[in-house]
């Protein structure tokens, strides 16, 4: 995927996407959460990893896409950084509240589980 930005910014990013998942390794609590249709989430997920360095004119020179911290993302970036080489993009369970946070539950449960 080729990147141009208004400022002459050009990066290439290796994108990889999956959808659905093979039914070993998923936990019960997520089994029975889909068989009784209150799933609510798409076993959805990607990574990107900057391919190319950004090409841009000496005197244009500021910090690109590539150099900051990896994020994760559902639909729009988390406030979450994923310690990874990658930028991580999901079909998370978020929060009730904000819906700006991952869901955790002390407990555990099909959210925590789906995290």
């Not at 005197?59 to 993302?73: D, L, Q, S, V, W």
């Amino acid at each position: 995927l080729g990147v141009l930005d208004n400022s002459v910014h050009q990066e290439t990013w290796i994108v990889h996407q999956r959808i659905g998942f093979v039914d070993k390794d998923i936990p019960n609590s997520i089994k029975e959460a889909q068989a009784a249709n209150q799933l609510g989430l798409l076993p959805r997920g990607g990574a990107a990893v900057c391919y190319k360095k950004c090409q841009q004119s000496f005197r244009e020179r500021t910090e690109c896409y590539h150099m900051g911290p990896k994020r994760a993302f559902c639909f729009l970036p988390l406030p979450v950084e994923t310690k990874l080489p990658v930028h991580v993009n999901g079909h998370f369970a978020l929060d009730h509240e904000a819906r700006r946070n991952l869901w955790r539950d002390e407990g555990g449960g099909m959210k925590t589980d789906w995290n």
